[in-house]
């Protein structure tokens, strides 16, 4: 008879629903589902969306957001948390409460600080942005990108790699523990993001893959380094796992030959992996 199992970490997405599936709770599951690890979710927000773009946002009431997390974590114990999408003050302010309490306030949790699709549509209310300041402590890490970045630092975005860790530490001086600072909206050969702790600062460099399929890529990371944590036993050999899987996600995305906009990177580029 086959030996069981191993019980794999159990991963919760707190964030929108992307209906493409490149993005939002959709790529965070697959990519759970792609690294072995057990994914839940609860939606924060719908958006009507495509390949193309976001043509619709609609919030989800903040008490159905509450309930949704209480009654999951009432009976399910959850490993590791990614927050995404939270669109709104009042939800980034109801996260924060429920990250605080219960369970989940011994949990792991990675927060990406989602604000504007790659698109140009807005995933976060402007008047949100100092409730995300105020959240960024609760993470154990945040994956900003550079225009992300830059808002709440309230600076202009970098231009080059080389502003990266500056403000990589600046944003660590705002309360985050740890961040990586994701340099994918630069140029270069290279795809360079920054990781920033309290042991300091390392590059952290791939190759630039040269493609149309790039849509959620920042949702796809963050779910990857919640969903590696678990496995390893500090978070930046999750980062350097997760983005090393990333980049060939990104190197087969245009096989899936979804949509005609910046299509979906390819969650299942391997073998979808049982380790223990
Ligand atoms: N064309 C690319 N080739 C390789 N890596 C990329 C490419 N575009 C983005 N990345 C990587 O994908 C991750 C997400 O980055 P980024 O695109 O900046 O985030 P977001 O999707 O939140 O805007 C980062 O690790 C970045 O280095
Ligand atoms: C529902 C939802 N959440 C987040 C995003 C943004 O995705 P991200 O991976 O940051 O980047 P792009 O897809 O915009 O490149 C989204 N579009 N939808």
């Known amino acids: 008879m086959a030996a069981p199992?191993?019980?794999?970490?159990?991963?919760?997405?707190?964030?929108?629903?992307?209906?493409?599936?490149?993005?939002?709770?959709?790529?965070?599951?697959?990519t759970f589902s792609a690294l072995g690890a057990y994914g839940t979710c609860v939606i924060t927000a719908l958006?009507?969306?495509?390949?193309?773009?976001?043509?619709?946002?609609?919030?989800?009431?903040?008490?159905?957001?509450?309930?949704?997390?209480?009654t999951l974590v009432a009976d399910v114990r959850i490993d590791v948390v990614k927050v995404g999408m939270l669109a709104s003050a009042a939800l980034v302010e109801t996260v924060d409460a429920l990250l605080a309490s219960g369970p989940l306030a011994a949990t792991p949790v990675v927060l990406d600080p989602v604000m504007v699709s790659t698109s140009g549509s807005?995933?976060?209310?402007?008047?949100?942005?100092?409730?995300?300041?105020?959240?960024?402590?609760?993470?154990?890490?945040?994956?900003?990108?550079?225009?992300?970045?830059?808002?709440?630092?309230?600076?202009?975005?970098?231009?080059?790699?080389?502003?990266?860790?500056?403000?990589?530490?600046?944003?660590?001086?705002?309360?985050?523990?740890?961040?990586?600072?994701?340099?994918?909206?630069l140029d270069g050969t290279e795809s360079?993001?920054?990781?920033?702790?309290?042991?300091?600062?390392?590059?952290?460099?791939?190759?630039?893959?040269?493609?149309?399929?790039?849509?959620?890529?920042?949702?796809?990371?963050?779910?990857?380094?919640?969903?590696?944590?678990?496995?390893?036993?500090?978070?930046?050999p999750a980062v350097r796992e997760a983005r090393g899987w990333l980049t060939e996600a990104l190197r087969h995305g245009e096989s899936l030959d979804v949509g005609s906009g910046a299509g979906p990177v390819h969650h299942f580029h391997e073998q979808p992996r049982w380790r223990t």
């Open 47 to 70: 958006t009507a969306q495509s390949t193309r773009g976001v043509t619709h946002v609609h919030e989800v009431p903040v008490d159905v957001v509450r309930a949704q997390v209480e």
């Open 192 to 236: 360079v993001d920054v990781w920033h702790d309290e042991r300091g600062t390392s590059e952290l460099r791939g190759p630039r893959i040269a493609t149309t399929a790039t849509h959620g890529t920042g949702c796809t990371l963050s779910s990857a380094v919640a969903a590696l944590r678990p496995r390893h036993d500090d978070w930046l």
């Open 5 to 30: 199992l191993p019980r794999p970490p159990v991963a919760l997405s707190i964030a929108g629903s992307d209906p493409s599936g490149g993005a939002g709770v959709q790529a965070d599951l697959k």
């Open 122 to 185: 807005r995933l976060l209310s402007p008047d949100a942005v100092d409730a995300v300041r105020a959240l960024l402590p609760r993470a154990d890490v945040i994956t900003p990108n550079v225009p992300e970045a830059g808002v709440l630092l309230d600076e202009p975005p970098a231009e080059s790699a080389a502003e990266l860790p500056e403000q990589a530490a600046a944003l660590r001086a705002l309360g985050a523990r740890r961040v990586l600072l994701k340099g994918g909206h």
